[in-house]
């Protein structure tokens, strides 16, 4: 299979280009200004000159409140990381001739194209558990401390969130051999996605139904759908298969 | 027997026909030197014998194995591109590494292999420098050097030898010359005189199709054009072109062609030109330095066969 070769290959790639160092500083950074700026925000108003008036608008931050700001913060540049991260992961090997190298010897092209898909990850499971420990501590801090077994399932749905457009991105980026259109393909999927995800009837039907999921879990309130994550694993299924499918029809 | 075996290979791009029904046969143990113009599908043909495209029709059989698929590349292959490409930031150790782990090689066959391919292509100071700041020649070697890893039985080279510079070149084509009878060795290249020294075998592909294909010698032999190199002392090479207008009007003269300053003589007659060139040169107060028979060259049968003006990768 070979999978365990590329996989170690793709490791010391996420290293060496810094990738793995860049997603922990920034994830954990959000990780730790998220409550931190919840709990902030009335100071910072009234900080602000002529913002005073506003302080007292601002009711008292709560653990709700900070809870949010990490979700929000995590997801957004988690999915931001998965982009950038997979949109170059195939095409620039087919541009350079690095795939043609290594391919032409007997690697399989679905080991290639999972090696990287999980190594990928891994990166983003590292970063989004130093970021995990960063919020759980200055929350705890700040306001009170979190219930661990929530705290956890909620993280493990950002991740995923994070892992279906990495899916996606890898996809288009197997398509094609120029990284801005693998990049533009999965925007326009994420865009598609977080305008389904605004409609009350199709909205539970998209990922973007997995932030909203992770949110409530966290405050203990029900979660009365599970639609979300049953699509983005789909999708993330869809995408690696499809994937194998073009990758293995193409020529390098 | 055969190592490698293509019959009537077609592949087309978009309305481009890259093979037009090729034929090539190569000797097991043999060195075969893959010719022909740009263009001419020699590139197409090594990517496809390296599992890396697919023909629209006709066989492949390596070392009787049929066809290669890109699921499935052999582990009998050793296959060097034209321009070898690397990870930026890996060392020629890691790469080299990472490719006997994909070969299979246990750890101890690894790090024995890896040093003695370091040390034959010559990058034991930069074994663990960054391929990244690898110059063009380097990066060749480094690519010999990774299509060797698995001491294949089928070594396929795209222009091994293109980007090397004089030493280097000397030195990877006697690799080449001591690899003959170890392994099957198909290298494809524009320098016709690096085909002549190591090849045993030449094949010469033009638009898809085989042209020719024979042993060096009888290739030589079989279209052996006699000519004449006559080289112009100083005093006359500043003549050269109305010296090679009035050779050319010597009876018995095909073609006059020149390069420097001599001038390359193409006949059928050679002891009868040689004379009647000689009463010229003296009638004309022409210097030379010297007037010799040749043999015809690769290089003579390659432009006749292609109909190509000047010789080309």
Redesign the interface.
């Known amino acids: 299979m070979?999978l365990w070769?590329a996989f170690?290959?793709e490791i010391?790639?996420q290293s060496?280009?810094r990738r793995l160092l860049i997603a922990i500083i920034l994830l954990t950074s959000f990780g730790m200004l998220s409550p931190l700026l919840a709990k902030l925000m009335p100071d910072i108003f009234a900080a602000i000159p002529g913002g005073e008036q506003f302080a007292g608008l601002i009711p008292p931050p709560t653990i709700s409140d900070a809870v949010a700001q990490y979700v929000k913060n995590i997801t957004q540049f988690g999915v931001l990381l998965s982009l950038l991260f997979c949109m170059g992961a195939v095409s620039v090997e087919k541009d350079?001739?690095?795939a043609?190298?290594?391919?032409?010897?007997?690697?399989?092209?679905?080991s290639f194209i999972l090696a990287k898909f999980l190594a990928i990850s891994l990166t983003l499971f590292v970063a989004l558990t130093a970021a995990a420990l960063a919020g759980y501590y200055y929350t705890t801090f700040l306001f009170a401390a979190l219930p661990l077994t929530p705290y956890l399932a909620m993280n493990g749905l950002i991740l995923l969130y994070m892992l279906t457009y990495a899916a996606v991105t890898l996809f288009f980026s197997t398509l094609t051999r120029t990284q801005f259109v693998a990049i533009g393909g999965s925007a326009g999927v994420l865009i598609l996605s977080s305008i389904l995800g605004s409609l009350p009837t199709l909205g539970k039907f998209t990922p973007e139904a997995l932030v909203t999921n992770a949110t409530q879990l966290i405050l203990d309130k029900p979660v009365t759908n599970w639609w979300g994550m049953w699509v983005s694993l789909i999708l993330i299924f869809i995408s690696l298969m499809a994937s194998w499918i073009a990758f293995?029809r193409q020529?390098? | 027997m055969n190592a490698i075996q293509i019959d009537d290979l077609h592949k087309h791009y978009g309305q481009v026909q890259a093979l037009d029904g090729l034929n090539l046969q190569v000797q097991k143990g043999s060195v075969y030197g893959f010719l022909g113009p740009n263009g001419a599908g020699k590139t197409t043909t090594l990517r496809i014998l390296a599992g890396l495209a697919k023909p629209d029709g006709g066989t492949v059989v390596i070392d009787g194995e049929r066809e290669q698929s890109p699921e499935k590349p052999s582990l009998h292959i050793g296959y060097l591109p034209e321009e070898p490409a690397f990870y930026p930031w890996m060392t020629p150790l890691e790469f080299l590494n990472y490719v006997g782990e994909i070969f299979h090689l246990d750890g101890h066959t690894r790090k024995i292999r890896i040093s003695e391919l370091i040390a034959q292509s010559g990058l034991q100071d930069a074994q663990k420098r960054r391929i990244g700041g690898f110059s063009h020649g380097m990066r060749q070697r480094l690519g010999f050097a990774q299509a060797m890893i698995n001491q294949p039985d089928v070594l396929l080279l795209d222009e091994p030898v293109s980007a090397l510079d004089p030493a280097g070149r000397k030195e990877i084509l006697e690799l080449i010359l001591s690899l003959r009878g170890q392994c099957t060795i198909l290298m494809s290249t524009h320098i016709l005189a690096d085909v002549e020294r190591v090849c045993d075998t030449i094949g010469i592909i033009n638009s898809g199709k085989m042209v020719i294909q024979s042993e060096r010698s009888e290739l030589l032999n079989r279209y052996a054009v006699s000519a004449l190199d006559v080289e112009l002392a100083n005093g006359s090479s500043t003549r050269l072109e109305e010296i090679s207008r009035l050779f050319s009007q010597v009876d018995g003269v095909n073609a006059v062609t020149s390069e420097q300053n001599v001038l390359h003589i193409q006949t059928a007659d050679v002891q009868g030109v040689s004379q009647r060139l000689m009463q010229s040169i003296v009638a004309s107060g022409i210097q030379i330095n010297k007037l010799e028979v040749v043999r015809p060259s690769l290089e003579d049968i390659f432009i006749r066969l292609t109909g190509e003006g000047r010789v080309q990768a």
């Open positions: 070979n070769t170690k290959k010391m790639e060496r280009t350079k001739g690095t043609a190298m290594i391919l032409s010897k007997p690697m399989p092209r679905g293995r020529e390098l």
